[in-house]
Every structure is written in structure tokens, then in C-alpha cells.
């Protein structure tokens, strides 16, 4: 009896994980990096949008949602399809949906919370904080929120919807947080144990692989040094994780096959 236990509770901590891809952008290199621009670097570089959904026999866990197609005109992105169908395209129906990790409070995080009725929200302390305090509105960090994003997750707060953590922490069996800033002051990894080992999805702790593999920083960067030591804890974690999985890479799609042909392009499974 005692063995059984431990299987299941060991089963119980494994899960099924997707990356989905809602929206991407035109870009080049040059728009990527911290620093002066470099003139060698002005080739194509786009950038991809992803919600990830982790989903067990127990629970479904969605770690970030993404923003809607009026915030897609609004910031000229080019928008695909709503993240949330793309969900119900894999048998996730929103409400059935337990918790939503929040890496961080950037408008392409965080656009379609509202839709997740029955969720709780698990976020850094640290992130919402900031976010509703004195530096919040200046220019430079105003920029990369919506007002009413924010202001929906405060109001859920007052519902007791919202779950803080304050650091590293394994926030369910199988699922550890990783508190690292840099690009935001409460940004968080979030490393899922799957049937074929850990996989590190890296938000934007690293936005491309170009990130990790040549220690080079986003442009949009609230703490430096911080942002370097996120490389490093990437690069600790590897030696435990089956894939590194960054925040924004269209390479993401190339390297993990679709559930389906109908999801080609747009929903892969990390295995």
C-alpha cells in the first residue's frame, strides 16, 4: 500500500504541457538587445507570443493569458487567434481552469484574465507591488502595461483571488516558481515536471535563446544585474530540466511537434 502511494502521488505530479502561440511581430535583431544598436544586426528577427497550459489529472494550470485583439491593434502586433480558443482548441474550457500563474504584469501577459472565472492568480509579491506603487507611472514602465489589467487584478485581490508568493517556491507538486526580475521586478520562472522530465519555461528571463546562449540582456530591462543572474539560474536549473523553453522564441514551434495538424504552427506539446 505504502509503494502504491507513492506512485500515484509521484503521477499526480506529472504534466501534460503546451505552448501556444496567439500572436507574433516583425522585428529585428536590433530591436531586441540592451545596448547601443549594433549595425551587423539589422536582419529579421520576429518575435512570438505564447500562453503556456500545464494540465494534470488533477488540476490545469495556465501561466499567462496573453492580450486581446484590441491590444493587438492598439501596439500594432499581429494577432492570430484569441488565446483562449486556442485553449478550447485543445479541450481547456476557461472555466475549468484552477490556477493562472502570472510571470509578470506585462500587457502580454496578463490580457485575458477576466475570462478565467473559477481561477486563482498566483503572482510575486514583489511584481504586484511595483505595479501599485510610485514608479508605476513613469514613462518608461507605464509603457509595457494596460492600466486596466492591473487595476482587474487588484480588484480581484479584495475577492481573495489572488495567491502571493515571495521567492523560490514549489508552489504544487511538480511545479516550482522562480523568482529572478531583471526585466520586471517580481518576474517569475516556472519549471513543470512532465512524463519525460522538468521543463523551464523562462518567461522573460530570456526572451530567444540568443539570450541564454550569449549571455546578452532584452532591451527592456528594470535591473541588469539581475537580469544576468537570471541567465545563471537558467543555466543551474538546465542540468535538471529536459528543455529550456524562453519566452518569445519562434524556435519554440520548430523544435516541439503539434497535438494535431489543425494546430500546426500555433499549439505545441513540450515533450
Not at 123 to 147: C, D, M, N, R
Not at 166 to 181: K, R, T
Not at 221 to 245: Q, S, T
Amino acid at each position: 500500500y505504502i509503494i502504491f502511494f507513492v506512485m500515484e502521488v509521484f503521477k499526480m505530479s506529472e504534466y501534460e504541457l503546451f505552448a501556444i502561440k496567439y500572436a507574433d511581430r516583425d522585428a529585428k535583431a536590433n530591436d531586441h538587445f540592451y545596448g547601443h544598436p549594433d549595425p551587423h544586426e539589422d536582419y529579421s528577427m520576429p518575435m512570438d507570443y505564447f500562453i503556456w497550459v500545464a494540465k494534470s489529472e488533477n488540476q490545469t494550470i495556465v501561466i499567462d493569458v496573453g492580450f486581446n485583439e484590441e491590444v493587438a491593434e492598439k501596439r500594432n502586433r499581429n494577432f492570430i487567434k484569441s488565446p483562449v480558443e486556442l485553449l478550447k482548441e485543445i479541450g481547456i474550457e476557461p472555466e475549468t481552469v484552477d490556477y493562472v500563474i502570472i510571470t509578470h504584469l506585462h500587457y502580454d501577459h496578463i490580457g485575458n484574465l477576466s475570462h478565467f472565472p473559477n481561477a486563482k492568480y498566483i503572482i510575486q509579491e514583489k511584481e504586484l507591488s511595483f505595479w501599485t506603487g510610485k514608479y508605476a507611472g513613469k514613462p518608461h514602465f507605464k509603457s509595457h502595461v494596460e492600466k486596466e489589467d492591473i487595476l482587474y487584478l487588484v480588484d480581484q485581490n479584495f475577492s481573495n483571488r489572488v495567491i502571493f508568493v515571495d521567492g523560490n517556491v514549489e508552489v504544487f507538486p511538480g511545479v516550482h516558481l522562480y523568482l529572478v526580475g531583471g526585466h520586471s521586478p517580481g518576474l517569475q520562472m516556472v519549471k513543470v515536471n512532465t512524463p519525460k522530465g522538468n521543463v523551464l519555461l523562462t518567461s522573460d528571463a530570456a526572451h530567444f535563446y540568443k539570450n541564454i546562449n550569449e549571455e546578452r540582456p532584452f532591451i527592456i530591462v528594470v535591473d541588469l544585474p539581475a537580469m544576468y543572474d537570471g541567465f545563471d539560474l537558467i543555466k543551474k536549473l538546465e542540468k535538471e530540466c529536459v528543455h529550456i523553453v524562453p519566452g518569445h522564441d519562434p524556435m519554440v514551434i520548430e523544435l516541439f511537434q503539434s497535438p494535431n495538424s489543425k494546430l500546426q504552427d500555433l499549439v505545441v506539446k513540450i515533450e
